[in-house]
């Protein structure tokens, strides 16, 4: 049984050394780096997008009394595009605590950012967690003026001198990504699946709403061969709602929440949080469910 765990590991290291990332980086444009250091935050640009990450590194958290490591779904995230005019569609989704959850709100209606969303991801979560989006228009640099003080609430640990590279995830990921249908990314010992729907051609002020804005289902796996966690989101028609519920629910994934992310938009778009533990690929195939379900 050993031997076959290390061949397991031995096959996932090298296939994780040799994925290409699927989405590769562009050059930063001058405006979105004076974004980047004004906020004092990391990002990247890809896919016409830039992504500032927000992790909650700082907090402990624990699922059904399982330790979580933050890219499970503590992440959290801004992101800019350019629309009509050079003008900015900004759209985020920040992680907070209970007690966060105000003073953050406060902090972005009084500098003009729309709070567009607020829900769980997860149940029995300590500390309980809530997700917050937020929306706004304008030129970079205001937009950027505008959240920081929000972002500043936001705890995050001092980056420390040194750190050692984190472990990969404890998956067959060949196994994963053959059930799922799509190639998963390791983010340190989560394996995590991204699947755009560009289908929807949804637009905001002329600029695209990909996958990167937020338009996208996603399944996170934490925890080994033995025992698994997933979660994830299911970007979902108003039509789709229905028949993900029942594929999710016939593959035993629990349904913790059913919202939106974004007002105004046409036709709208639904969004599902489901959670799940124990073998991963009986859970991945949940997730293939549910992608079967949205013709993806």
């Given amino acids: 049984m050993k031997s076959a765990h290390l061949r397991i590991f031995v096959l996932s290291f090298f296939v994780l050394v040799l994925i290409p990332?699927?989405?590769?980086?562009?050059?930063?444009?001058?405006?979105?780096?004076?974004?980047?250091?004004?906020?004092?935050?990391?990002?990247?640009?890809?896919?016409?997008?830039?992504?500032?990450?927000?992790?909650?590194?700082?907090?402990?958290?624990?699922?059904?009394?399982?330790?979580?490591?933050?890219?499970?779904?503590?992440?959290?995230?801004?992101?800019?595009?350019?629309?009509?005019?050079?003008?900015?569609?900004?759209?985020?989704?920040?992680?907070?605590?209970?007690?966060?959850?105000?003073?953050?709100?406060?902090?972005?209606?009084?500098?003009?950012?729309?709070?567009?969303?607020?829900?769980?991801?997860?149940?029995?979560?300590?500390?309980?967690?809530?997700?917050?989006?937020?929306?706004?228009?304008g030129d970079a640099m205001s937009l950027a003026k505008a959240i920081k003080p929000a972002l500043d609430l936001i705890p995050r640990p001092p980056a420390p001198a040194s750190a050692p590279a984190p472990a990969g995830p404890a998956f067959n990921i060949v196994a994963l990504d053959k059930i799922v249908g799509h190639q998963g990314e390791a983010l340190g010992p989560v394996y995590k699946f991204t699947v755009g729907r560009d289908d929807l051609n949804l637009k905001e002020h002329g600029a695209s709403i990909n996958a990167r804005m937020g338009l996208n289902s996603w399944a996170a796996f934490a925890g080994n061969e033995s025992d698994a966690q997933v979660a994830g989101d299911i970007a979902m028609r108003e039509s789709e709602v229905q028949p993900v519920l029942k594929a999710l629910r016939a593959h035993k994934l629990n349904v913790v929440s059913i919202h939106h992310h974004m007002l105004g938009t046409q036709s709208p778009v639904i969004f599902l949080h489901y959670w799940g533990r124990g073998n991963p690929e009986k859970l991945a195939a949940g997730f293939r469910a549910a992608l079967d379900v949205l013709g993806k």
């Fill in 21 to 137: 990332d699927p989405l590769p980086a562009q050059d930063v444009p001058k405006d979105y780096q004076e974004v980047l250091t004004f906020l004092g935050r990391s990002g990247d640009f890809k896919a016409n997008v830039l992504k500032v990450n927000i992790p909650r590194n700082d907090l402990h958290v624990t699922i059904a009394g399982q330790p979580t490591p933050t890219p499970f779904g503590f992440g959290g995230w801004v992101a800019m595009t350019k629309g009509d005019g050079g003008a900015e569609v900004l759209m985020g989704d920040l992680v907070l605590t209970q007690d966060e959850v105000n003073p953050v709100l406060s902090a972005l209606l009084d500098h003009g950012i729309e709070v567009t969303a607020l829900h769980n991801h997860f149940f029995f979560d300590e500390p309980r967690i809530y997700f917050m989006h937020v929306h706004a228009h």
